[in-house]
T-cell receptor, first 112, second 111 residues
């Protein structure tokens, strides 16, 4: 089945130790998104890509970076995770001109 | 500024007790309103898209409706498996597909 896959499902990292979360899609969608969702809160957009065109939200901390080496893959890098970065990280895709997102299952990040 | 507000934050129902969830929005030029279901520890799952006032869509025990200011998600005779967080979202004003999400309603249905 065409889908959005996030790895790993659960990630534990040490305070200040760089961590990378990955997302892959088989939908061939040209738009990919990274959202951060803290407990009982709405998902908050961090970045999105139109193809390889990177778009950073104004209030996304510099500590967060992203890479999209090809249509299928997108990565979220957190350079120096702090305790406040513990959250669910959601990857989503959409096709430009069509509405609605397809979400992955998310990666739950714990910072110790 | 685009805003999406959901109420109530949490809702407890007995099995079979019908109710409605509310999503109110302020956005220039609505280009659709989306409802998602999110189970604990999982990504949101798409339910409905509504595009114009008066539109309604149904899926099993769920019916979504849309007015010019708000949307309702009606749950008829809910079952425990309907327990989840329900999120609504609208595209940001202007171009692009970026969604603004409401805070969600956490629904708990007791047998």
């Amino acid at each position: 089945d065409a889908m959005v896959i996030q790895n790993p499902r659960y990630q534990v990292t040490q305070f200040g130790k760089p961590v990378t979360l990955s997302c892959s899609q088989t939908l061939n969608h040209n738009v990919m998104y990274w959202y951060q969702q803290k407990s009982s809160q709405a998902p908050k957009l961090l970045f999105h890509y139109y193809d390889k065109d990177f778009n950073n939200e104004a209030d996304t901390p510099d500590n967060f970076q992203s890479r999209r080496p090809n249509t299928s893959f997108c990565f979220l890098d957190i350079r120096s995770p702090g305790l406040g970065d513990a959250a669910m990280y959601l990857c989503a895709t959409s096709s430009l001109g069509e509405d609605g997102y397809t979400f992955g299952s998310g990666t739950r990040l714990t910072v110790v | 500024e685009d805003q999406v507000t959901q109420s109530p934050e949490a809702l407890r129902l007995q099995e079979g007790e019908s109710s409605s969830l509310n999503c109110s929005y302020t956005v220039s030029g609505l280009r659709g309103l989306f409802w998602y279901r999110q189970d604990p520890g999982k990504g949101p799952e798409f339910l409905f898209t509504l595009y114009s006032a008066g539109e309604e869509k149904e899926k099993e025990r769920l019916k979504a409706t849309l007015t010019k200011k708000e949307s309702f998600l009606h749950i008829t005779a809910p079952k425990p498996e309907d327990s989840a967080t329900y999120l609504c979202a609208v595209p940001f004003s202007g171009a692009g597909n970026m969604l603004t999400f409401g805070g969600g309603t956490r629904l708990m249905v007791k047998p």
